[in-house]
């Protein structure tokens, strides 16, 4: 079984709608096929031949080389297969994904994971603001999945989170978990200013001091908490080389403006 390649030739700085590159959509098809492809490029609509050099594939795989920062929403409502993808890309990657994984080897722009409900996104570099984040006029970001980072992720992350689990080897941004509703945030080297703003529940473990915390969380002491155990066990299944801080963690309930009952851990 052979993936389907796609190698970009000519790079534009306008906005590229590349949601139709999906591995299920492009399997099977002929190189002629692949080439009449249509994609948003601005507000004009090319076929694929204008920006890539296409190879077909048979399997549910697709891989991209030669990717730049003005790919937007690939992966959209990936279902199955995956998606293997060398250099930057723009917004909204995995935008709506419910399965399959995306393999990025580089960095993603604003909005990746939204509205993801399944699969798992593996971001090599850094990742922009608003990671599995809700969009305006969304009441939740992501539902479910797994997003790993191999670096450092923007301001907002996980923001009106429900579900899921988002892995950060580097660190967060400002705003960290703010108005989670659910899930687990891990940021390895800390965070920048206030995080869990509005938290409602759900965990932001962190592996450093964040500069400081927000009065509205209540100091709950140190403990032991064994299930961290059982999360090292799913990262190193899902991204070998991440791993969480250690069982024993200072605990930090809140956010108190909102009633809320989310937790803090800070490493130790």
């Known amino acids: 079984m052979t993936p389907a390649r796609l190698r970009f030739v000519v790079e534009t700085k306008l906005p590229v709608d590349a949601s139709p590159l999906v591995p299920a959509a492009l399997a099977g098809r002929s190189a002629a096929e692949l080439e009449r492809v249509p994609l948003l490029v601005g507000n004009r609509r090319v076929p694929l031949a204008e920006l890539a050099a296409v190879t077909p594939g048979d399997a549910d795989a697709l891989i991209l080389e030669a990717a730049f920062a003005t790919l937007d929403r690939l992966g959209h409502g990936m279902a199955a297969g995956r998606l293997e993808v060398y250099g930057d890309v723009g917004a909204y990657l995995g935008q709506n ?42 009441r939740h970001g992501m539902t479910g999945g797994a997003v790993l980072v191999g670096g450092d992720a923007g301001d907002r992350v996980g923001d009106r989170m429900r579900r899921g689990l988002i892995a950060v080897a580097g660190r967060l941004g400002d705003f960290a978990a703010s108005r989670m509703i659910g899930g687990t945030i891990l940021g390895m080297q800390g965070c920048g200013a206030d995080p869990g703003y509005a938290m409602r529940r759900g965990t932001l473990l962190l592996g450093a001091r964040p500069p400081a915390l927000l009065p509205t969380f209540a100091d709950n002491g140190r403990h032991a908490l064994p299930w961290l155990r059982l999360l090292a066990r799913e990262l190193a299944e899902l991204a070998p080389g991440l791993h969480p801080p250690g069982e024993r963690v200072e605990r930090w309930t809140g956010c108190a403006s909102v009633g809320g009952m989310g937790e803090i851990l800070i490493a130790a």
């Open 97 to 138: 994904m419910t399965g399959g994984r995306i393999e990025l080897f580089g960095s993603a722009g604003v909005h990746a994971a939204a509205g993801m409900k399944g699969g798992v996104i593996h971001v090599s570099a850094q990742a922009g603001a608003f990671l599995g984040a809700a969009l305006p006029g969304d």
